[in-house]
């Protein structure tokens, strides 16, 4: 393992997933450095990267997060230390799909929603091998798997039934046809090779737990990262388990089937827009709740600024909570696939 020097935060593998903060690392890092702190809270840690980050800062990190798929993520990636797949990646793609045994809840009930029938057969015929490993290595193999369904999916997202989309011949001028196209065993051989590169040991005791950021112990953390979904001042919100319901059901394929909803074409979980956070009428109260909950800790505050609520009501919240706050424009930071050229990256600091 690699000892972090001071960019060691590069080796934070790329991702297709909505709202990574990935490419914000560097100025997230200018930010941290400011600040004194030892210990640090993650609480909607998504894709892990700023997680990462406080550990290639030193920290003593808590990544947390309600998707079962993101914590995964963040075991494989920072609670772990040690441990890689290298080789062993080859053997557990190799031979796959095989045209014999039973068909696969992937294949029976998605069949022909998001991947084609063979690739529906490559992840039901995966899991069971994945199952085979333990600990940091068994999550490594299921973050590549998680890597390489969404390299696979127009939007990287899970939100609508368009295997069409991408299988249709016909001219296009959105996505990469290559890319949706290229077989689930490369995909998984290239995102373990990532993640592998990017485990080190930063001396300190990290751990990821799968948790609602209200529900987490407040105590013991000198700084807390709050980056939670957004919405649009238009009242449009993100809901995170639609957008990646298969990824979470790869997490329990036993108890899946009976937590779909097959009403809905793309066949989301049960609990699709319950979170408070997805919903203009709920992240207001959530907001000053969360805050609240924290304000014995440097907070770091991530949002949009035209989101709900306002830039200036967040400040409101830290400054009840007895906080100084200071507001970091990030500039014109746009997520991929959005349309919106207004809206600019704000992080807002308040201790």
């Not at 998680?146 to 989309?165: D, G, V």
């Not at 948790?211 to 980056?227: K, N, R």
Request: with cysteine.
């Amino acid at each position: 393992m690699t000892e972090p020097g001071d960019r060691h935060w590069e080796r934070f593998p790329k991702t297709r997933y909505a709202g990574s903060k990935r490419k914000l690392l560097p100025l997230l890092a200018n930010v941290l450095r400011k600040l004194e702190f030892d210990t640090a809270l993650d609480p909607f840690c998504g894709t892990g990267s700023v997680a990462y980050l406080l550990k290639c800062l030193g920290a003593e990190v808590t990544a947390s997060d309600a998707l079962e798929s993101n914590v995964v993520a963040a075991r494989a990636l920072i609670q772990n230390s040690t441990e890689t797949l290298g080789d062993e990646i080859e053997a557990l793609v190799s031979g796959l799909p095989t045209s014999d045994g039973p068909i696969g809840i992937v294949e029976r009930v998605f069949d022909e929603i998001f991947f084609e029938r063979h690739e529906n057969r490559f992840v039901d015929q995966i899991l069971p091998r994945i199952d085979k490993l333990h600990g940091a290595r068994r999550d490594l193999a299921m973050y590549s798997l998680f890597q390489a369904c969404l390299a696979k999916r127009p939007y990287n997202l899970f939100h609508r039934a368009n295997l069409a989309m991408r299988t249709r011949d016909v001219a296009r001028s959105f996505g990469n046809k290559v890319t949706w196209d290229t077989p689930f065993n490369v995909h998984m051989k290239r995102y373990a090779t990532a993640a592998d590169a990017a485990v080190f040991d930063s001396g300190r005791a990290c751990r990821a737990v799968c948790s609602s950021a209200l529900d987490m112990d407040p105590t013991g953390c000198d700084l807390v990262y709050i980056d939670p979904p957004y919405v649009s001042s238009k009242g449009a919100g993100v809901d995170y388990l639609d957008y990646y319901h298969f990824l979470e059901g790869l997490c329990d394929p036993e108890n899946w089937e009976e937590r779909v909803l097959m009403k809905y074409k793309h066949r989301p979980l049960q609990g699709r827009g319950q979170n408070p956070w997805c919903d203009p009428a709920g992240i207001i109260g959530a907001f000053e709740e969360t805050i609240k909950r924290f304000c014995g800790s440097i907070l770091l505050i991530s949002y949009r600024s035209d989101g709900i609520p306002g830039i200036d009501e967040i400040a409101g919240f830290l400054k009840h909570a007895g906080k100084h706050v200071e507001i970091v424009d990030a500039g014109e930071y746009v997520y991929a696939l959005s349309r919106n050229r207004r809206s600019r990256e704000i992080v807002l600091v308040g201790r």
